[in-house]
Structures are given as C-alpha cells and as structure tokens.
C-alpha cells in the first residue's frame, strides 16, 4: 500500500477536506494512474451529503469523484494495454464480476457485482469501500480504463466519463442518426453534452429548457430549434413529431406534456433522477405506442467507443477548471445549476497541501 493525497469528508454535514488515503501497489493485472483532471458530478454531492441512502448509503470518509483522467505511471506485469506515460480515462466502474449475462453482453454497469469507482465495497480491502478521484493518484484493473484520445483538451475529457456516456449511450440505443428528430429536456451538465452528442449523430436536435435566457447557449452548442417548455403553444407545434427525447431533468416535471410530442413509436428515457415518482397518463403512452424509459451510463466497450466519437468529432464538455480547494463553493453553486456547464478539479492543485 502507499499513500496518497485526497479530499474526502467524514459525515453528511461535513465540509469535503484534505485528507490522506491509502492506495493498494499495483497487483498484475493494474493500471496505476496519476490523476490529472476529475470532473464534478451531481451523483458526488448526493453520496457526499447521503441523500441517496435509500439506494446505497454512504460509508464515511468518502472521497467522490467519477471522472477522472491521467497520466499512467505504472502497470502490472499482466498488462498489456496500456504503459507507463498513456492518457487514460476511469468512469463510474472500477470492476465487476465479468461472467454474468450482463457482464459477457457487455453491460458491466448492470453487472450485480459492479464495484463503483467511490463508495463502494473495496475487494481488495485497502479500505472499507472504493475511493474515487478527488486525489492525486488510483490504481485500477486494466479492464475498466479507457484510452483517450490524444487530440481532446483533458479537462473536457473528464465529464465524458459520466456525463458523456450517460448521454451516449441511450442515443445509440434508440437509433439516433441523421436525420431524426431529437429532443433534449434540460441544459445542464448531462443535457449540453446530449445536445453536442446527438448533433454530431446528425440528427435534428430541440432543446427544451424552462429559462428563455438558455436558447443562444443551446444554439452556440449544436440545437436546430430551442423551445421554451411552459410555453404550450411552442409545445404543441411539435406534437407527435419526435423520434427520441432525452430527459435529463432531475426535478419534479410533467412527463405528459412530453411523452405527447413523440411520434409513432417514439421513446423517452430518463437519465435525470427525480426525487419523487412522475405522473405517467396511460393515454400518453397507449396512443402511438410510445415508450418510457431509463439508462444508466454505459458498458466499457460502448464508453471507449464514445470516447472515441468524441476524438472524432472534436467533442469534450464545456467546462470550468478549479482548484481542489474551491470543491465545496463549487458544490453550492451546483446546487443553484450556477456552471457552464461542468466544473473540474486540476489535480495539480492538490500539491500545496
Ligand atoms: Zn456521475
Ligand atoms: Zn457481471
């Protein structure tokens, strides 16, 4: 084992602080990476404040972080992947058991024994539950790193590792490509990189939002249309018209009014994790045989492949770099959707402490 620096908090009500954790040395099959860029999701100010405790409740210190990009320093004998000095990415997964049904389809994110990059069981007892990538250095199994390409700004790179995928992945699975009509609910962290995503897919991309002051920034990153939602007359031209929407919003909003301007057949996932159950009118979906429905990230294989759209397409999230120690006024400006449209933390930043 070996030290390295992290913040981390000890309780629901604490500040996130710097602390020093203990990371296992790399067995054969690991990637040890310096971490150079990790990106803030919402999920991390949710377990930090366990307000998820219903779904998996949070093991205190935590130290949060899911989307991280570095630097390899060192591999295992077994691996044959990636060397010293590679850009790599980590997401939401450290590991899984690799031989179920879901695992062997590969979707690891649905594997029962997924192990989550934070606050989760730790198999290797280094500590009692995974640590993520408020720190400066992880050691992960080769299986779960991504290679990034070399031609992105790294800081950019870094919520593509949730935000992206989370986004990414239902496009693909509901046959998003040129020329269908698209929409997305919501233009924060997730919603901005769904609009990116399925313009560069081709498709007719519309926004909705709930605040006009949104419609240039929507335009600026890749939406053909921008319509304010509690506008019903801008609503209803649209009626009946959607192959696909994106809901990324995760509060309290009518799902009715949307599930009403998809097209035959058309579907709507939700990525964006409401509090409370929405209403669902049988009628919404019973007319035009449309369909709801959830996702959640992404197997490795589709998020190396999203990586590699992104290189492609000259795609990384907007984003606002900070230094570690602005984590927490970051979180309260979370709270009040208050960034365009990621913050990230510079590792390097870390250094001082
Ligand atoms: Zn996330
Ligand atoms: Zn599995």
């Not at 100010?45 to 130290?63: A, G, N």
């Not at 997401?91 to 058991?97: A, E, Q, T």
């Not at 269908?180 to 560069?200: C, D, P, S, Y």
Request: aromatic share 8%.
């Amino acid at each position: 084992m070996y030290n390295a620096k992290a913040y981390s908090a000890v309780s629901a009500t604490s500040p996130l602080a710097s602390d020093t954790i203990a990371r296992r040395d790399p067995t054969e099959h690991d990637v040890q990476i310096e971490i150079l860029f990790c990106g803030i999701c919402h999920s991390d100010l949710h377990s930090v404040r366990d307000e998820w405790s219903d779904f998996m409740s949070t093991t205190y210190p935590i130290v949060p972080g899911h989307e991280i990009v570095g630097r390899v320093t060192q591999v295992g004998s077994a691996v044959t992947q990636f060397k010293s000095g590679d850009l790599v990415g980590v997401g939401c997964m450290v590991d899984s058991d690799g031989h179920c049904p879901n695992c062997k389809a590969g979707f690891e994110q649905f594997c029962q024994n997924a192990i989550f990059t934070y606050n989760s069981p730790d198999k290797h007892k280094t500590a009692p539950v995974t640590y993520g990538g408020y720190s400066n250095s992880i050691v992960v199994d080769q299986r779960f790193v991504l290679r990034v390409p070399p031609n992105l700004d790294l800081a950019g790179v870094a919520p593509l590792l949730c935000a992206g995928i989370t986004t990414y992945s239902p496009l693909r699975h509901w046959g998003v490509t040129e020329g269908k009509k698209v929409g997305v609910v919501g233009l924060g962290g997730l919603g901005h990189m769904g609009v990116k995503l399925a313009h560069a897919m081709g498709a007719h991309v519309v926004v909705f939002t709930t605040s006009p002051d949104k419609k240039e920034d929507a335009l600026r990153l890749g939406a053909d249309e921008v319509v304010v939602s509690h506008n019903a007359d801008e609503m209803q031209k649209h009626a009946g018209s959607f192959d696909f929407i994106l809901d990324t919003v995760a509060a309290k909003h009518d799902i009715n009014a949307y599930l009403n301007l998809l097209r035959l057949d058309g579907n709507i996932t939700l990525v964006g994790a409401p509090e409370k159950p929405l209403d669902v009118a049988a009628f919404s979906l019973i007319m035009g045989r449309r369909s709801l429905s959830g996702s959640m990230i992404g197997g490795i294989a589709e998020t190396q492949e999203m990586l590699d759209f992104c290189g492609e397409h000259n795609i990384t999230a907007d984003v606002e770099v900070i230094p570690i120690q602005k984590v927490n006024e970051a979180y309260e400006r979370l709270l009040k959707s208050d960034v365009k449209y990621r913050f990230v933390i510079d590792l390097a930043s870390l250094k001082s402490e």
